[in-house]
């Protein structure tokens, strides 16, 4: 790997990082009935987007840029 290269990654897995450490700040306080209480309207609750954001970041580390399996298809498997 180029030097440009390692300065992507190393780039990258920082964003990474800090993206989760900020998901993990916004619902840190949620209690499991805040996480499924369903707004009106057609907003979803807390707790699916939650889900929807853990599975897609999966998906891109996992599947997308390391080449592999996300995570969450080894859990559908068993």
Known sequence: MSTE?????????????????????????????DARWKP????????????????AMDAVVNAILKGGAPLFAALARD
């Not at 780039?11 to 949620?30: F, M, N």
């Not at 907003?43 to 599975?55: E, Q, S």
């Open 40 to 55: 009106p309207g057609t907003a979803l609750p807390a707790g699916a987007i939650y889900a929807h954001v853990v599975t």
């Open 5 to 33: 290269e390692n300065r992507a990654v190393a780039l990258l897995r920082t964003q990474v990082k800090e993206a989760i450490q900020w998901l993990e700040r916004v619902v840190s306080d949620l209690t499991p009935e």
